[in-house]
C-alpha cells in the first residue's frame, strides 16, 4: 500500500514538473512577445519622430495632424497591448511559482512516505 501511495506521489511530481516546464516554456515565450511590443512601440514612436520632422515643411497641416493622431493612437494601442502582455507574464510567473510550492510540498510528502515505509520496515 506504501509502495502506491509512493508511486502516486511520484507521479503527481511528474506531472507537476511537466506542468512546470510547460509554465516556463509559456512564460518564455510571454517575455519574447512583450519585448517585440516594447521594440515596436519604440520604433513607431521613432517613426512619428521622423516622420514629424519630415512634414514640418509641408502646407498641409491638416495632413500632419492625422498623421500624427493615427500614430499617436497606435503608440496608444500598441502600449495597452504591450501592458496587457505584461500581465500575462505576471500571472504566468505566478502560476510558475505555484506551480514549483506544489513540487516542494510533493517532495516533502515523497520524503515522509519513503521515511515512514522504511521505519516500518525496520525490526
Known sequence: ??????????????????????ERAALEKTRERLMEKSLKVISLEEEEVRVRFVKEGESDERDLENNAL?????VQRLSREAQEVKKIGENAQSEVVKAMAEIESTRDKIRTAKNTAISRKLP
Open 1 to 22: 500500500m506504501n509502495l502506491c501511495k509512493i508511486a502516486s506521489i511520484r507521479e503527481s511530481v511528474e506531472q507537476l514538473k511537466k506542468k512546470l516546464n510547460e
Open 70 to 74: 493615427g500614430m499617436l493612437n497606435e
